[in-house]
């Protein structure tokens, strides 16, 4: 059974940083499209950051392109997004999630497997 769990959420001011985890375990994600979304209240689910698991490259939403960071880990099946210059309006409930395929698709619908989530607050 396939599982990402979410964790390294908190509250951090504005300007400041966090990095959030994503352990995936139960299969093997190579060919696969891991990404990063994130939900604030009342709002729809948002892509934010997506990388293949094979060859690494990456794609970004406009949002946080310069300030966020993804990566993964072979070693210990993990995909991160390191957060710089945190603003008020990134404050969400951030998702791990992956897809099957090459392409980054921004689409929430077009994803298989997600994780629980962990929520974001930056204080102004």
């Known amino acids: 059974q396939a599982q990402l769990v979410d964790s390294g959420g908190g509250l951090v001011q504005a300007g400041g940083s966090l990095r959030l985890s994503c352990a995936a375990s139960g299969r093997a994600f190579s060919g696969y499209i891991m990404s990063w979304f994130r939900q604030a209240p009342g709002e729809e689910r948002e892509f934010i950051a997506a990388?293949?698991?094979?060859?690494?490259?990456?794609r970004y939403s406009d949002s946080v392109k310069g300030r966020f960071t993804i990566s993964r880990d072979d070693t210990k099946s993990t995909v991160d997004l390191q957060m710089n210059s945190l603003k008020p309006e990134d404050t969400a409930v951030y998702y791990c999630?992956?897809?099957?395929?090459?392409?980054?698709?921004?689409?929430?619908?077009?994803?298989?497997?997600w994780g629980q989530g962990t929520q974001v607050t930056v204080s102004s």
């Open positions: 990388i293949k698991w094979s060859g690494g490259s990456t």
């Open positions: 999630a992956a897809r099957f395929g090459t392409i980054a698709r921004m689409t929430p619908a077009e994803y298989t497997y």
